[in-house]
């Protein structure tokens, strides 16, 4: 959900526009003390495969020959530009280069620019040398694997504007002097770090700042209420940091702020009623936060919201009515929260609303009549809410729903026949008191990728029409009383590239087998990761063809009447991590190429009739895995007697 980025594309910006402010300069020969600079700087690179460098040589002239360097009228250089990601009009350019920044390259005395941006493994620190470059305006070093701290020197670039080293490995604290000092500063970038300590306090003297990206560091501390200072500011991201204490009321000062990513910290308090004043927002994100309290009625003041996103709190009280001015929003998401009362009527003014994301709170029913005219509207999700529906309303029939999630909602009785018309890809009505057959027609709904009915009293066979679902890659029917063989499952059309399994949960029912001998075979199963049987009534052996299930990662096949042998060519299946075959009458012996796969994790063969000894293994396996196979011995099992 990203509305600008930190990373190359600006550095791509400022490349284009360096060579055009330079180029109509008439320029005299490369002065010696920047060439030599520039060749201390080459000297340090160990591997340069796109041959970025391959023109600078000390014979040729570094303002004319030079590629990404660029002089002055006195023939000083201004502009180096060596990014690892660049573009003309037809192409772009992605390479790397090897080695360390040089410390010479603080020589430069009347530098501009500086991007060496994206070149991935330029490594070590960043010179302290560079606090030299008094006339530098751009530093673009982000995305390399530079170590260290943010050297202090940089204090000394008083006309820096824009500063990125995102995506590196800096760590240390963020100095607090570079915040005294650099008061031309417009954009600072330092998000994808190992940063710590907190936001300095004196980053409310940078007034000059339209942009703040500190995402994804360890930083902690409190917002700075200086904050509210920056009255500039478009762009706030200190997301997925360690942040604590609540949300100043200052916040309420950037007017201007087009983004703002508090999300994945540890926030409390209340969202303050100064939000109000955010008039230019856009996109807001609060989640996976503390925060407690009521969302305030000053909510519907964002005129221009566009996301809000403050799921995964502790909110409590109604959802205010005030949510319906929210006009030009595509996006809620509120889930997993503690909302109580009913769901505003007022949603149905969002006649921009793509996404509503009531999920996981204590809202009471019935839903709305009103939301029937967000014709926009792709998902809905009122999922985990007590809203003692009873009946799906029929005017959803009538919109054109991609997602709709009323999971756990109080629905009850048979599916309405009008959910064969829709649209849907994604369907979860799991957990409810759904009951009858599954209906013929479940075949029209060729649409579906996504199916969870589990948790429910559905009963009989599946239709011969599930096989028309070839776009469906996720089953979860488990918890029911299905009956009937599994063939209709696995035998279904498969819509090239899509409708391959991906998971299969049908445990809890009353399926019966045997499993096909060729199951591994079936075309839908050939990148199934999840293939979860348990508690069914298959019996029959363990077909060997499993084996050929390259991306099974889950087998369950837990009480299932299993006997047999545990056949050797399941250990073919290489990215298992997960297999469970207890409560069976397996016999034999544990084959060694199935204990020993370089994934697995969890293994559990309990409670069958296996013998012989535990073949020696890798992964940590409990001797709970092993216990009730009478005939089982060895670690971590008791030794096996010698004769």
């Known amino acids: 959900m990203a509305f600008l980025t930190s990373k190359t594309p600006i550095s791509v910006f400022f490349l284009f526009i360096s060579f055009s402010l330079y180029s109509s300069l008439t320029t005299e020969a490369c002065h010696r003390i920047d060439r030599t600079a520039l060749l201390g700087f080459k000297a340090k690179i160990t591997y340069d495969p796109s041959k970025l460098l391959q023109t600078w040589k000390p014979s040729n002239d570094c303002c004319t020959k030079w ?104 760590t240390g604290r963020i100095p607090y002097p570079v915040f005294e000092f650099l008061t031309s500063l417009s954009e600072i970038g330092l998000s994808g770090n190992q940063l710590s300590g907190g936001i300095p306090f004196s980053i409310g003297k940078l007034v000059s700042l339209t942009k703040i990206d500190f995402h994804s560091n360890n930083l902690s501390g409190s917002i700075p209420i200086s904050i509210g200072r920056l009255n500039r500011l478009q762009y706030l991201d200190i997301s997925e940091n360690q942040i604590t204490g609540s949300i100043p009321n200052t916040i309420g000062g950037l007017t201007k702020l087009v983004l703002l990513y508090f999300n994945q910290n540890r926030l409390t308090g209340s969202i303050p009623y100064s939000i109000s004043q955010l008039v230019s927002l856009q996109f807001f994100r609060l989640s996976e936060n503390k925060l407690t309290g009521r969302l305030p009625a000053s909510i519907g003041s964002l005129s221009s919201i566009q996301r809000l996103i403050i799921e995964n709190n502790r909110l409590t009280g109604n959802i205010p009515d005030t949510i319906g001015f929210l006009t030009n929003i595509t996006e809620i998401y509120f889930s997993n929260n503690e909302f109580t009362g009913k769901i505003p009527s007022s949603i149905g003014n969002l006649r921009n609303l793509l996404t509503l994301d009531l999920s996981r709170n204590y809202l009471s029913g019935p839903i709305p009549p009103q939301l029937a005219k967000l014709k926009q509207l792709q998902t809905l999700d009122l999922s985990y809410n007590p809203l003692g529906l009873v009946q799906i309303p029929d005017w959803l029939g009538k919109m054109n729903l991609f997602r709709l999630l009323l999971a756990k909602t109080g629905i009850r009785g048979q599916l309405p026949v009008w959910l064969s018309s829709m649209p849907t890809s994604t369907l979860d009505l799991s957990s409810n008191g759904l009951s009858g057959k599954l209906p013929n027609w479940i075949g029209n709904m060729t649409n579906l990728s996504f199916l969870n009915l589990s948790n429910n009293g559905f009963h009989s066979a599946l239709p011969p029409d599930f096989r028309n679902l070839s776009l469906l890659m996720d089953l979860d029917l488990h918890s029911n009383k299905f009956s009937g063989h599994l063939k209709t499952i696995f035998s279904k059309r498969v819509n090239e590239p899509l409708g391959h399994y991906n998971s299969i949960d049908l445990s809890y029912n009353r399926f019966i087998g045997p499993l096909d001998e060729y199951i591994g075979n079936y075309v839908s199963l050939s990148t199934v990761e999840k293939l979860v049987l348990s508690h069914n009534s298959l019996g029959g052996s363990i077909p060997r063809t499993l084996g050929k299930l390259g991306q099974l990662k889950k087998l369950e096949l837990k009480f299932t009447g299993l006997y047999g042998r545990i ?48 073949p020696p293994h890798k992964a940590s396996i409990p001797a709970s895995a092993f216990k009730d196979n009478l005939g089982l011995c060895g670690a971590p099992l008791p030794s096996c007697m010698r004769t």
């Open 567 to 614: 056949p050797a060519e399941l250990g073919d299946a290489k990215e298992l991590t997960s297999v469970l075959l207890s409560g069976n009458k397996l016999d034999g012996s544990i084959p060694q190429q199935v204990l020993n796969l370089r994934e697995l994790a969890e293994f559990d063969v309990s409670k069958n009739r296996l013998s012989g000894p535990i």
């Open 67 to 170: 590629a990404g360097v660029q002089c002055d009228s006195t023939g000083r250089v201004v502009n180096v530009s060596r990014p690892g990601l660049s573009s003309g009009d037809d192409f772009i350019t992605d390479t790397s280069m090897n080695g360390t920044l040089s410390s010479s390259l603080g020589n430069l005395s009347f530098l501009r620019l500086l991007d060496l941006s994206n070149l991935k493994d330029l490594k070590g620190p960043i010179p302290q040398e560079l606090g030299r470059l008094s006339q530098l305006n751009y530093l673009f070093l982000d995305s390399n694997k530079l170590t260290g701290s943010i050297p202090i020197s940089l204090m000394n670039l008083r006309k820096l504007n824009k500063i990125y080293l995102s995506d590196n490995q800096l």
